[in-house]
């Protein structure tokens, strides 16, 4: 299968613009732009008990305001960057910023869950734009060996910002509102619109390839169709026929979409690319340790904020130890690799990720900072090698003319994975609550109520929520605290077992990682962290 390989041009020489095209100019414009993109990634996990409150949203439309971004942003992150071949990355770039912008005012200004995850998609295709624009923007700003101190500063950039997510959301949420923590991706949008136009250099690809946009649509059809369908079968039922319709969509697109790649002459994704084990394996571990990592970061807030009664910015320092961690388990991890080798150091890292797993499925309703803190820290040693070590599993084992789509490749399953882990833990925790949820009720000796209040109590637990005396006017207060303690213990029954399960996924990835193999080293592609 033909595939053109994608040379960047350099920019034009011009001794009379000094301010364009200035290395550490263009590491700072680009780097304003992904901060956007990384804070949203964890300030909005802090906002989600508080939006779902505030706009009476279910667990399945939590989910959705997850996992819609997610998919967005994986589907079109390929196409994004020959996008940016086809029309140059300034301008690929320039434009994911200000829709990146324009889409997070939008979200902020919605009043109904249905408009904010239709956003959150749209803002999700203009992230995908930004990402692939701003890493080429980088790769001709500084060529040749000086790319690799670029990315270090890019690596701590980012690791500051996804750092700082938590600590941020929580003091916004807080003190001003959720929709601030969209809000606050204007200013710097802004900012970053107007020194990418002051700083940044065109540059387009001298091999021009053509976008596959039928691919774009089938295996976006198919992705959707298997998330809808594991987000919707706790409700619907996994027998139910608008279920097994959806999950059969899935496959015929899915069949479709690699027939189709296998006849394309320019693939959205090249099937060669996986005729390597080790890429095919590689791979499966991004998406197996995104779906444990966002799982995590999706219940947790819930767990911190319904369960524990914390406030967002309380909840925002118990997340603390993972984030910060990760500034110091990334450089570590790299030294690891070089040192251990490649499968070694990620079977590790995903065997420490296991143990941290089910140290939260052991979080009790009293648990103390330390007890949450302890699995946070071990989750960022155990993710780290997994990331640094993708570069080299996925991009170094790819044939070199695929480099490029490979590393797109690496960041995509991450966010399949991610949106995969929110959906399928998602529908394991909720399957729980509902099954527990009656036996807790027995147990407390609470008087039966009309099954459809009584439904109404399951469903407000399956994302950690319980009535307050206010919502249950009439009924003495000792009986709405034995109902409020029957939903937190249900919860935290399905939290045990999704934390169980992903236990297990973690495990199954470290014994998968054992049979990689080492590529070429390709530090000139960047890691992708969030």
């Known amino acids: ?57 279910s667990l399945s439309d939590m989910q959705w305001v997850t996992s819609g971004y997610l998919l ?24 994911g910023v200000a829709g990146f912008a324009i889409s997070s005012l939008a979200i902020g200004l919605s009043s109904s869950v249905g408009w904010l995850i239709g956003l959150r998609v749209l803002q999700g295709l203009f992230g995908a734009l930004l990402q692939p624009a701003a890493l080429a923007l980088l790769r001709v700003a500084f060529p040749g060996e000086r790319l690799k101190t670029a990315m270090g500063a890019w690596g701590g950039i980012i690791g500051l910002s996804s750092a700082a997510g938590p600590i941020v959301g929580g003091l916004l949420v807080e003190n001003v509102s959720w929709q601030s923590v969209f809000f606050i991706n204007v200013p710097v949008g802004v900012v970053a619109l ?8 065109e540059s387009k690809a001298r091999a021009l390839s053509r976008i596959d946009w039928l691919g774009v649509v089938l295996l976006s059809v198919a992705m959707f169709s298997l998330v809808w369908a594991i987000i919707n079968a706790p409700d619907w039922g996994w027998g139910d026929p ?5 999950l059969a969509a899935t496959v015929v697109f899915g069949a479709v ?43 947790l807030t819930f767990f911190f904020q319904g369960v524990h009664g914390l406030t967002p910015l309380e909840s925002g320092l118990r997340m603390l130890p993972m984030s910060a961690g990760m500034i110091v388990a990334s450089p570590l991890a790299a030294v690891l690799i070089g040192k251990l080798g490649t499968k070694i150091t990620v079977s590790g890292g995903m065997l420490i990720t296991a143990l941290a797993m089910f140290l939260m499925s052991r979080l009790s309703l009293e648990a103390a900072f330390i007890d949450s803190a302890i699995p946070f820290a071990l989750l960022a040693f155990g993710l780290s090698p997994v990331f640094v070590g993708a570069t080299e599993i996925i991009v170094g084992n790819a044939p070199e003319d695929l480099s490029g789509v490979a590393g797109g490749v690496q960041q995509s399953a991450m966010q399949v994975g991610g949106a995969l882990g929110t959906a399928i833990l998602g529908a394991i925790v909720s399957a729980r609550v509902m099954d527990v949820y009656p036996a807790h009720w027995a147990d407390a000796k609470l008087q039966q109520l009309p099954a459809a209040q009584f439904e109404g109590l399951k469903q407000l637990a399956a994302f950690a929520g319980a009535p307050t005396p206010d919502k249950m006017p009439g009924v003495p207060e000792p009986i709405v605290t034995a109902i409020a303690k029957v939903s937190h213990l249900s919860f935290l029954d399905g939290m045990h077992l999704g934390f169980v399960v992903s236990t297990g996924v973690a495990i199954l990835a470290a014994v998968l990682a054992l049979f990689v193999k080492a590529g070429r080293k390709s530090e000139d592609a960047p890691i992708h962290m969030g």
């Open 1 to 57: 299968m033909a595939q053109a390989k994608t040379v960047v041009a350099p920019p034009p020489s011009d001794p009379g613009t000094s301010r364009q095209g200035h290395p550490w100019l263009t590491l700072l414009s680009v780097s304003l732009g992904v901060i956007m993109v990384m804070l949203d990634g964890t300030v909005v996990s802090i906002a989600n008990p508080v939006i779902a409150q505030e706009l009476g949203a």
């Open 194 to 201: 107007g020194m990418g136009l002051w700083v940044l250099t």
């Open 257 to 299: 979409f690699l027939w189709w790649q296998s006849r394309s002459h320019q693939p959205l994704l090249p099937l060669s690319l996986f005729s390597n084990a080790s890429v095919s394996i590689g791979t499966g571990l991004m998406m197996l340790v995104a779906f444990s990592m966002f799982g995590a970061m999706f219940f």
């Open 242 to 246: 608008l279920t097994l319709a959806f």
């Open 72 to 95: 967005a942003l994986a589907v079109f992150l390929i196409t994004a960057g020959k996008l940016g071949d086809l029309f140059g990355h300034r301008l690929i770039f320039l434009i």
